[in-house]
């Protein structure tokens, strides 16, 4: 009996798992990364002509085998705005990373000397970036780590602080994303 109803129960949870996964994609504004669902219930739904300036602060460095988690929510957060009609043009994102997190800025080459692996997150920065997204190492960690401006990744940009760069996006009127 026992057997039958952990089946049932492992059964359920896989179909409910693969409905999920189908709601569940990437786009419309980065192809590759930054899943979220594709139609949610809201409360308080968004017209579409919303503008955000936000600022993302990553200090966390992520693992040598995926990107890192809180790059992919720039792309995450592109997205699902893109599928409830909030266009990109409408979302200035910027990412500013200190800490152990800036070793995920680096170039493959010298990421790969450090950890024997290309850089998980040059692609993901690619995209972001591509999609206007502006990315800033704070100088302060850089100098730090050992990390020269010729080490990072093309279109990271360099602040004298991760201090600093938030204050400057505040005084652009970025608000900081809590997450």
């Known amino acids: 009996m026992f057997l039958k109803m952990l089946a049932a129960v492992l059964f359920l949870s896989g179909s409910m798992m693969t409905l999920a996964a189908e709601k569940f994609s990437t786009g419309p504004i980065i192809k590759d990364f930054g899943p979220a669902f594709d ?3 809201q409360t308080y739904p968004l017209a579409g002509n919303e503008r955000f300036k936000v600022a993302f602060d990553v200090a966390n460095q992520g693992t040598q085998e995926a990107p ?3 790059f992919i929510s720039l792309a995450r ?3 699902m705005h893109g599928k409830v009609g909030v266009p ?3 979302i200035q994102l910027a ?3 200190h800490g152990k997190a ?3 800025l680096l170039r493959d080459e010298i990421y790969d000397e450090k950890y024997l692996v290309n850089n998980p997150n040059t692609q993901l920065l690619q995209a972001l970036m591509d999609a206007g997204v502006k990315v800033a190492i704070c100088a302060q960690s850089a100098a730090f780590m050992g990390i020269e401006n010729k080490d990072l990744l093309p279109g990271v940009e360099v602040a004298l602080s991760a201090m600093t760069k938030h204050a400057q996006l505040q005084q652009q009127g970025y608000t900081l994303n809590p997450f």
Do not use: K
């Open 68 to 70: 890192n988690r809180q």
């Open 77 to 79: 957060f592109l997205n």
């Open 88 to 90: 990109a043009e409408n």
């Open 95 to 97: 990412l500013v990373v």
């Open 102 to 104: 800036s070793f995920d």
């Open 39 to 41: 139609a949610v219930q």
